[in-house]
T-cell receptor
Framework: GENVEQHPSTLSVQEGDSAVIKCTYS??????FPWYKQELGKRPQLIID?????GEKKDQRIAVTLNKTAKHFSLHITETQPEDSAVYFC?????????????FGAGTRLAVHP | SQTIHQWPATLVQPVGSPLSLECTVE??????LYWYRQAAGRGLQLLFY??????ISSEVPQNLSASRPQDRQFILSSKKLLLSDSGFYLC?????????????FGPGTRLTVL
């Protein structure tokens, strides 16, 4: 089955710097790759996603890139702010009979220091 | 717009006691529904998914069970809780369409088994 690995597990940056989180997946048939942000004690919130027919997607300060050949995708946050501090999860969606299964990475704890 | 509810928000139960967590979705019909568990400081583990009433599939063997008595209601149960059942339980929904992969999470139930 699909396996998603996420790195790094923790990331500490200064406010204004960029942050990059990387994920690799094992099932070449996976076709959808979302990123979720989870603040302490809260539910995961979808922040950006990308489908396998697109190489890059950007939404203001966040962007996601996908390399299907290498089976990896990355989250880029520019001009980080303290409110970006949270745990970020990547996920991959392998074909699963129409019910949209998501396999999650283990998460990256991002700390943005003022 | 669609909303997802979970209750209770927090629960403290003794080992060996039963469990019933409820999830309901509003503003959509025939959603795909999911139960995840998140252990403290860990990632998201898919427990059950459902594509329709009384159509439940389990992802991992455990002492938990799930039921979907109504289209927009998903229940997670246990007859006898174990210490290892402690965690943050998240319900999620996605549209009933193979072209939509997004999953949206409920606010979660924090379960502590003592």
């Amino acid at each position: 089955g699909e396996n998603v690995e996420q790195h790094p597990s923790t990331l500490s940056v200064q406010e204004g710097d960029s942050a990059v989180i990387k994920c690799t997946y094992s099932d070449s048939a996976s076709n959808y790759f979302p990123w979720y942000k989870q603040e302490l004690g809260k539910r995961p919130q979808l922040i950006i996603d990308i489908r396998s027919n697109v190489g890059e997607k950007k939404d203001q300060r966040i962007a996601v890139t996908l390399n299907k050949t290498a089976k990896h995708f990355s989250l880029h946050i520019t001009e980080t702010q303290p409110e970006d501090s949270a745990v970020y999860f990547c996920a991959a969606s392998p074909p699963s009979g129409g019910y949209n299964k998501l396999i999650f990475g283990a998460g990256t704890r991002l700390a943005v220091h003022p | 717009s669609q909303t997802i509810h979970q209750w209770p928000a927090t629960l403290v139960q003794p080992v060996g006691s039963p469990l019933s967590l409820e999830c309901t979705v509003e503003g959509t019909s025939n959603p795909n529904l999911y139960w995840y568990r998140q252990a403290a400081g860990r990632g998201l583990q898919l427990l059950f998914y459902s594509i329709g009433i009384d159509q439940i599939s389990s992802e991992v063997p455990q002492n938990l069970s799930a039921s979907r008595p109504q289209d927009r209601q998903f229940i997670l149960s246990s007859k006898k809780l174990l210490l290892s059942d402690s965690g943050f339980y998240l319900c999620a929904w996605s549209p009933d369409s193979s072209s939509y992969n997004e999953q949206f999470f409920g606010p979660g139930t924090r379960l502590t088994v003592l």
